[in-house]
């Protein structure tokens, strides 16, 4: 709350809180996204594609892909939590505000900090994911251009092949019909 002396007197939080608050926040985040596939209807969404004796496993499918997304979940939420060493700035910003919580300049230092660290770790996803976008995509050009060469090699056999065939039917007919001029002896 701002007061009149220009100095900021936020309300007191424990130690330890805002991770907390962190890790109860991310697992509402799993937890509500687990359910929503839980909620999911496969029974019209695969319906028309699995046969009739394969959709009594539709329920178990479901819940496997349920519980498979959370653990995968909590592991990425927690390799990120340690890679982005989140629980140690949590802690310096824990400690910058109980040491200068009443200084305003103290706070939007600390803000400021908060922020420059967000932005630079969006910054970094987005970088992160756009070396694997890259990353596969190289993959499928490979992949084309093997697949190309191969198609371009095969077109040209086949084209040769026709050629050869084309040519050897058309010295038949010809020879059949005497239609090949013969060679005449010079007079």
Known sequence: MPSTSGSWQGPAVEKGARMAKLAKASERLVSCSAADILKQDFDAVFGTALPGNDMHS???????????????????????????????FISRLEVQFQDSAP?????????TDLQ?????HEKRARLQMLRNQLEQQELCNKKQADFNMVMSA????????LDRDTCGLMAELCDDRGLLP???PAA
Request: proline share 2%.
């Open 103 to 111: 200084h305003a300049i103290g706070v939007s230092q600390a803000m």
């Open 58 to 88: 539709l329920p178990q499918m479901k819940t496997w892909m349920a519980s498979t997304f959370a653990d995968r979940a909590h592991r990425a939420q927690a390799e990120a939590i340690s890679d982005q060493q989140i629980a140690e």
């Open 154 to 161: 095969r077109m040209q056999a086949a084209k040769s092949k």
């Open 182 to 184: 013969t060679t005449r």
């Open 116 to 120: 420059e660290s967000v932005r630079i």
